[in-house]
């Protein structure tokens, strides 16, 4: 794109109408893949249909990494989106975590199902048993069975020191370790504590030495006063006068949770070592084949879909070949990480706007479809990764819908809120105490239903049984919140 083109410009859509800049480039030379072209031209559409002003794009096939970078960083200060351009990757961030807490696994000096008490002797919550008993691996499959839609105080150095010894002491249990898959960032600022703690540094230099360094991770920082050194996308979002820059700029303290900035090339360097058997930037093995292809195998259901959980990573068999993803959401920006390792295949989207996950979803449905040939199932249960998914992108409503009388009640989520669920005008109809409007509900599978209003149609609602057949649980967007007797 050419200088000009930056010059005095406001309208988003004379933005994207604009060719790519010419920084848009391949990370190896080969003749123009036709595939990775189509891909590019549904980027420009889906930034167009959703205003989405700056988006990267990264695919490895067969050995082959693609590159390229589309719009610009924000529209405020207009400047191109290029390969070494840093996102904040929010929950991708995760990923990382489990990487690192595995590095340290390898080195002897963790144990996956050692109790968290072992690394943590003051560790605790508000309920003994789960205290004594929940894991790293409880955490980094979700599944320590506590509220994890929370974050940590921006305390500096002492934000995990002081969220692991002054707020979970407060949670109560929601479900029993490893009974319920729930979506927790709170397990994973934990396990940055834990990582702490072991190590003798802060979760800034650990995430560097563990895992940046040895990847050759040159631009992937967790320090915002590092990541401003280069060129930075910033948070959109639509308002009524157009699009608009969020700010102020917000990262999260819980940096194992959601803290990591990246640029596309780093990111698809960090794909490849996982495909690529654990090999660090300098041809040595870092973490070892067997732990890999842990992080990679199924650990749990997310009852009642048929998405699975791997060790930091989302499982999802699309078309009878296995995925492996994690998605982010934060400060205006959504993203997306996948796997297909059996398809030799990775790839990313980054986007800079609140509503890039439409872009994310239908740019991942095509990647699947034109690189390996698989798309999901119509009506296939499907569960949270991290990222916003529309679950009308590919159900449609049970006819007749089921009886309701199974799922009325009250539904706790401490400290969060609490969860309605009761019949009217003939659907069931959700309220959270959060401030949401009620969402009524459709099912699309047994026990499992989206919203036909509210934050956005499609989301996920999803019922989850004890033992006995009884439903105890509701799961609104990946979050449980427990029923009252």
Known sequence: MRRRDFLGFTPLPALLRAPSPPVAQRAAAAPADRRFEAIAALVREKMRAYRVPGVGLGVTA????????????????????????????ASISKTMTATAVMRLV?????????????????????????????????????????????????????????????????????????????????????????????????????????????????????????????????????????????????TTSSTTAGGVLTSLTDMMRYARFHMGGGIDAQGAPHIGRPLLELMQTPQLRKNPTTDEMGVGWHVRTVGGVTTLAHGGTLNGHCLLLQLVPSQALAFTVLTNHLDGWRLVQDVEAAILQRYAGVALTPGQPIGHRGVNEAMTF????????????????TYQRPPVGTVQVR??????????????????LTF?????????????????????????GVVRWVRVNGRIARRTP
């Open 62 to 89: 067969n050995g082959t990494t693609t590159l390229r970078g589309f719009g610009v960083t924000s529209l405020d200060d207009p400047q191109p989106i290029t390969p070494d351009t840093l996102f904040t990757i």
């Open 106 to 250: 390898e080195l002897g000096t963790l144990d996956l199902k050692a109790p968290i008490q072992r690394y943590l002797p003051d560790f605790r919550i508000a309920d003994d048993d789960t205290s004594r008993q929940v894991t790293l691996w409880h955490c980094l499959t979700h599944t320590p069975g506590w509220e994890g839609q929370l974050t940590t105080e921006d305390r500096g150095a002492e934000a995990l020191a002081h969220f692991a010894s002054s707020i979970m002491p407060t949670l109560p249990a929601l479900a029993p370790p490893g009974r319920v898959w729930s979506y927790n960032n709170a397990g994973f600022a934990l396990t940055g504590r834990v990582i702490e703690a072991v190590t003798g540094k802060s979760i800034h230099d650990a995430l560097r030495d563990l895992v940046f360094a040895p990847l050759g991770l040159g631009h992937t920082v967790t320090r915002l006063t590092d990541a401003m050194t280069w060129r930075l996308t910033l948070g959109h979002r639509d308002r009524d006068a157009g699009v608009e820059v969020i700010r102020p700029f917000q």
């Open 394 to 409: 590919h159900s449609t409503a049970l006819v007749p819908q089921p009886r309701f009388d199974d799922y009325y009640g």
């Open 423 to 440: 019949p009217e005008g003939g659907r069931l109809v959700v309220a959270t105490g959060s401030g949401q409007a009620e969402a009524p």
């Open 444 to 468: 699309y599978g047994a026990d499992i239903a989206y919203a036909l209003s509210g934050q956005y149609v499609g989301m996920p609602y999803e019922f989850i049984r004890d033992d006995t």
